[in-house]
Nanobody
Framework: QVQLQESGPGLVKPSQTLSLTCTVS??????????WSWIRQSPGKGLEWMGA???????YYSPSLKSRTSISRDTSKNQFSLQLSSVTPEDTAVYYC???????????????WGQGTQVTVSS
């Protein structure tokens, strides 16, 4: 059973870069056909798929966030990470890492989820 755990700062100042890491256990991030995603949920809004990195290390991003988003991985640590630049208070959300076999751009379709981590953007 794949398990995911997010980690990172809970408070980020406006204009700075938000950085989160997802540590994976129970499976390898290089397992064929698996995609590893970041998803967020802002207050009063639905789940938003932000982007993914594939088992081969290829990136896929939501068009609305592509200019500010970078997802990378460290295979030696079985981790993948999110960087979101130039944040504003509108980026305040619970951030989740998630995974499934196959790329899904609809957040709710993912089978494996981390518990989520609250990130607040405020000065």
């Amino acid at each position: 059973q794949v398990q995911l755990q997010e980690s990172g700062p809970g408070l980020v100042k406006p204009s700075q870069t938000l950085s989160l890491t997802c540590t994976v256990s129970g499976g390898s991030i290089t397992t064929s056909y698996y995609y590893w995603s970041w998803i967020r949920q802002s207050p009063g809004k639905g789940l938003e798929w932000m982007g993914a990195i594939s088992y081969e290390g290829n990136n896929y991003y939501s068009p609305s966030l592509k200019s500010r988003t970078s997802i990378s991985r460290d295979t030696s640590k079985n981790q993948f990470s999110l960087q979101l630049s130039s944040v504003t208070p509108e980026d305040t959300a619970v951030y989740y890492c998630a995974a499934d076999r196959g790329l899904r751009v609809t957040a709710a379709e993912y089978s494996y989820w981390g518990q989520g981590t609250q990130v607040t953007v405020s000065s």
